[in-house]
């Protein structure tokens, strides 16, 4: 079993950055999950935002994210953490740390095994 808790999000203005964070217990072994962000906005569904390997190598983003968001891991900490610049308005949604029992950066949300409670994030126009 492995907990998640988002932290950072908040309020930004267009234009503006912000990082959020995910700190992960429970599992001993945090370097063998995949770890992920994920983002669903009112009346839509959950979409994928980035990825990364278990040993942080490799990484994979969504078209809305490339250029503009860097996920990143710290296997010391147990944390993955989002850099996310130049942030617009419909950036805005609840954002969600998600983790999986395996290597690979998978993109689909089904492929996730724990998820934490989600991080609001707000950009204002």
């Known amino acids: 079993q492995v907990q998640l808790v988002e932290s950072g999000g908040g309020l930004v203005q267009a234009g503006g950055s912000l990082r959020i964070s995910c700190a992960a217990s429970?599992?001993?072994?945090?370097?063998?999950?995949?770890m992920a962000w994920f983002r669903q906005a009112p009346g839509k569904e959950r979409e994928f935002v980035a990825a990364?390997?278990?040993?942080?190598?490799?990484?994979s983003y969504a078209d809305l994210a490339k250029g503009r968001f860097t996920i990143s891991r710290d296997n010391t900490k147990n944390t993955v953490d989002l850099q996310m610049n130049s942030l617009k308005p419909d950036d805005t949604a609840v954002y969600y740390c998600?983790?999986?029992?395996?290597?690979?950066?998978?993109?689909?949300?089904?492929?996730?095994?724990?998820w934490g409670q989600g991080t609001q994030v707000t950009v204002s126009s």
């Open positions: 429970g599992r001993p072994s945090f370097s063998t999950n995949a």
């Open positions: 998600a983790a999986r029992g395996g290597q690979i950066d998978e993109t689909k949300p089904s492929r996730y095994d724990w």
């Open positions: 990364i390997t278990g040993n942080g190598y490799s990484t």
